[in-house]
């Protein structure tokens, strides 16, 4: 386990994740202005991923990102340190959509992370509007990183 400060654990459950992606994670964190919260992040892989998505969502497949807000934070807002939730990464499966859709599996990892933190923060795609809220979000803090946007080929209907 890594303490990425004194709110914010990085657990690597998974050997393949390499020193470079664990850097681009910090950067993430800090891009996504995380400083007065608590996250646990969970660098995993499919197996796991696969188990918890079934357990927690009812689908028995591996997934990219699973997100798990801590729905006590949304209700204490005044204490000075919330902690948000959980966020986990599957390697094999981020690595997997990298190759077939010819992405960098940096941007495409960060993309995910940042995707899997504002869950945390309330975000949500259950609809056209707050789906396109969620993504200006997701482009917004990835032009800081310098990674383009991923939705630029891709319009809503």
Known sequence: MINFNSNITINMQEPRWSG???????????ACR???????????????????????MGKNKPTNVLSFPNKV?????????????????????????????KLSFL?????????????????????????KVMQNEEVKILKTLNICNPYKNYRLT
């Open 34 to 56: 995380l400083q007065r919260y608590g996250v646990s992040l969970k660098l995993s892989n499919d197996k796991e991923i696969q188990f918890l998505n079934y357990k927690w």
């Open 20 to 30: 470079a992606e664990l850097n681009m994670v910090r950067k993430v964190l800090k």
């Open 107 to 131: 941007h495409h990892m960060s993309h995910l992370l940042i995707h899997g933190i504002l869950h945390l923060k309330g975000y949500t795609h259950d609809n056209r509007i707050s789906e």
């Open 73 to 101: 934070a949304s209700d204490n807002t005044y204490f000075k340190k919330i902690y948000l939730g959980d966020v986990i990464l599957s390697y094999q499966t981020l690595k997997k959509e990298s190759k077939e859709g």
